[in-house]
């Protein structure tokens, strides 16, 4: 995997203010409000800040959380996982695995077959349509 690697200053000028605070600085978007939780048309999700090939459609399911939520990756390698201890929580935190932008977290109480929950942003998430 290609690393993508810009300093905070690049990152301010690609991204937009919201996308920012998101995926360089570990917030969160509203629940029911980003672009993609309802979305069902058939593509791949990517990363907003790289184009990394993230989450394919056919995995995302509606989890009722008002986020985009995934049972799986496109491939074990797009992303990294990382303990998050922040905000009282013990949480495991979805970051791309090229530019290491934060995305979401990921739970253990999703859908067979893996049994995962991806629990992703709509804006760190670029959904390239079939
Ligand atoms: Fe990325």
Request: with cysteine; hydrophobic share 25%.
């Amino acid at each position: 995997m290609a690393k993508v690697e810009k300093s905070e200053k690049d990152w301010r000028e690609i991204l937009t203010p919201e996308q920012y605070r998101v995926l360089r600085k570990k917030g969160t978007e509203r629940a029911f409000t980003g672009e993609y939780y309802k979305e069902s048309e058939p593509g791949i999700y990517c990363c907003a800040a790289c184009g990394n090939e993230l989450f394919g459609s056919d995995t995302k399911y509606d989890s009722g959380s008002g986020w985009p939520s995934f049972y799986d990756v496109m491939s074990s390698d797009a992303v990294s996982l990382y303990k998050d201890t922040s905000h009282g929580m013990v949480r495991v935190e979805v970051c791309c695995a090229a530019c290491d932008s934060h995305l979401g977290h990921v739970f253990p109480d999703g859908p067979r077959p893996t049994g995962q929950r991806y629990c992703i942003n709509s804006i760190s998430l670029d959904l390239k349509k079939e």
